[in-house]
């Protein structure tokens, strides 16, 4: 679980919209392309972006089979006004849509949706369930509006009466103007991000409510993890502070929720086992981008873990994440 992919072609929503930062693709001759915001230089990516084939070699070289997919977060557009925000989606999704249904045994689909409307965002949501997608990627924060939010609470509901699953990922990182340097909003940035978003589904009560929301945490939940002792701190000397929407210990949500295994730290997944359980940590690759975990699961393969937490992190865990059965792939 935990790879991006786009389609080759994006149409220029800002020209169509006449507004906005809308990102579209430049391509160069070498057959990489330039991702553009706004006139600017977001990111060059290569054909492994959007390569259908090229991805599936790739995969094979680690002995992996099946990637679930979803776009990239620059894509989600939240600021969007919300009638284009659904049409980027819809544009995105079907895209996902068709990809599994031609690739059945290889690609599983996350769609997005307008985060920034409620009402629309349900509406996608049950188009997508009808167009073969399980599940959903959304930000870690809708415009620097927390996940814990009120106007976010029918979406989740939504996703739990369909029974699509939720995979949070950073973006919009916290920070990011004044830490550029070092790349600072991807290794300091995303981890808070993700941390932001457990935080804040765990304290608004949004998981206490919804038992039954299958939410997957990125980057093995951020610094969620490596920090729940200060949070269940903080939770029990200041429940004035922390305790307002939810009474629960935060601790008690751990291995409720799945998290993916990209920590590129043996030390740091067993960590992240011990507290989540074998059956909560997906196999993550984030692939094709260099932060990711490019030698897929090798460190795990190279590892003394037992055979069966192995396999419960290389399939299934995602599958009981996804609620797909493991025969759709064999
Ligand atoms: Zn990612």
């Known amino acids: 679980m935990h790879s991006h992919i786009i389609p080759k072609k994006l149409p220029d929503w800002t020209e169509k919209f006449g507004y906005g930062k809308f990102i579209y693709l430049e391509p160069n001759r070498d057959g990489s392309a330039d991702m553009m915001q706004g006139g600017k230089f977001f990111r060059r990516i290569q054909s492994d972006c959007w390569d259908e084939s090229e991805r599936i070699t790739d995969y094979q070289k680690f002995n992996t089979q099946v990637q679930v997919v979803c776009t990239i977060p620059v894509l989600f557009s939240y600021w969007a006004k919300p009638a284009d925000g659904l049409e980027l989606s819809m544009f995105l999704n079907d895209h996902l849509s068709d990809l599994v249904a031609r690739y059945p045994k290889n690609y599983i689909g996350l769609g997005t949706v307008p985060m920034q409307d409620t009402r629309l965002s349900i509406l996608e949501l049950e188009r997508i369930k009808k167009n073969g997608l399980v599940g959903i990627q959304i930000g870690s924060n809708i415009n620097d509006l927390n996940l814990s939010e009120e ?9 739990e009466r369909l ?3 939720v995979m949070i990922h950073p973006w919009n990182m916290m ?12 290794l300091v940035g995303m981890p808070a991000e993700t941390s932001r978003a457990a935080c804040s589904l765990i304290f608004g009560g949004v998981l206490e409510r919804l038992p039954k929301l299958r939410v997957c945490f990125s980057h093995a939940g951020g610094s969620f993890m490596s920090t729940i002792g200060r949070i269940e701190h903080g939770f029990n000397c200041r429940p004035d502070l922390v ?23 043996i030390d740091a997944l067993e960590y992240i086992l011990k507290l989540q359980g074998s059956k909560k940590v997906c196999l993550g690759s984030d692939y094709p981008f260099p932060l990711g975990d490019l030698e897929i699961g090798k460190f795990i393969e190279d590892s003394q873990l037992p055979n069966e937490t192995i396999e419960d992190i290389f399939c299934n865990s995602t599958l009981e994440w996804l609620q797909l059965d493991k025969k759709l792939f064999l």
């Not at 106007?151 to 996703?159: G, H, M, N, T, V």
């Open 243 to 265: 305790a307002i929407d939810n009474p629960i210990n935060p601790r008690n949500y751990l291995g409720k929720f799945w998290v993916d295994c990209i920590t590129h730290d």
């Open 151 to 159: 106007q976010f609470f029918p979406i989740f509901e939504a996703c």
């Open 175 to 186: 920070g990011f103007e004044s830490m550029e340097k070092y790349w600072l909003p991807w």
């Open 163 to 165: 029974g699509l699953a």
